[in-house]
């Protein structure tokens, strides 16, 4: 399984752009692009129909050696085997989810990743604090996945990797054409939702951004 540490390209497996009946060919075409994280995303949906979503991916994930990750429902992570899962300002606290994530895991060496969502400097610090594996940073630009939400653009990019140790995946808006502005600024790992869930060629799209994402990285 990769290591959080190692991953540059996080992927959102969003029902959001994405239709249920279509989840496992999206899931091939996102794993054979070079996704290091799939992170699955049903918001509105019930535990059971969560559930019923994860079942159908998780061997896809599992195969690949990529890392299942479930927005929202730490408490779904024992019964799923998935690895782990995301929270957001507004929902547990990391040790609350880790608690919830791993649970029915006593005695495992490595306990379920926790990743929490951060919009500023002060809350990035705070979830180191916290105990988190890794933050979610932004979001940077204006984006439909997250409506309402205030973008805080690419000005605290380069101080939050100075100050976090944590893996550091910039999220919101980005997409191909933005990404050189994204990693001008001082990002190393980023997520990028609507830009690959609706391209004509997720694969491919996904191996033009993790060529990116490599080509940037410092020996």
Not at 6 to 30: F, H, K, S
């Amino acid at each position: 399984m990769k290591a959080i540490s190692d991953a540059l390209l996080y992927g959102i497996l969003d029902l959001g752009y994405v239709d249920p009946a279509r989840i496992e060919a999206v899931t091939e075409r996102l794993l054979d692009g070079g996704v290091d994280v799939l992170q699955l995303r049903a918001k509105g949906a019930d535990e059971e129909e969560i559930e019923g979503y994860a079942r159908r991916v998780i061997a896809l994930c599992e195969t690949a050696g990529v890392p299942l990750i479930l927005n929202d429902h730490p408490e779904l992570v024992p019964s799923m085997g998935a690895h782990g899962a995301h929270v957001g300002q507004d929902d547990f606290t990391v040790s609350d989810a880790r608690w919830r994530a791993g649970r029915a895991l006593a005695g495992e060496v490595q306990l379920p990743l926790i990743g929490k969502s951060t919009h500023s400097l002060a809350q990035a610090l705070d979830a180191v604090e916290q105990g988190a594996d890794y933050i979610g940073f932004g979001p940077l630009f204006s984006t439909p996945t997250k409506p309402g939400r205030p973008a805080i653009g690419l000005d605290e990019i380069a101080e939050v990797h100075r100050l976090v140790e944590l893996p550091v995946f910039c999220i919101g808006g980005i997409k191909r054409e933005n990404l050189e502005r994204v990693l001008d600024a001082g990002a190393r790992r980023v997520v990028v939702v609507s830009g690959i869930l609706l391209a004509d060629d997720i694969s491919g799209y996904c191996r033009e951004v993790k060529a990116e994402l490599l080509a940037r990285q410092v020996p």
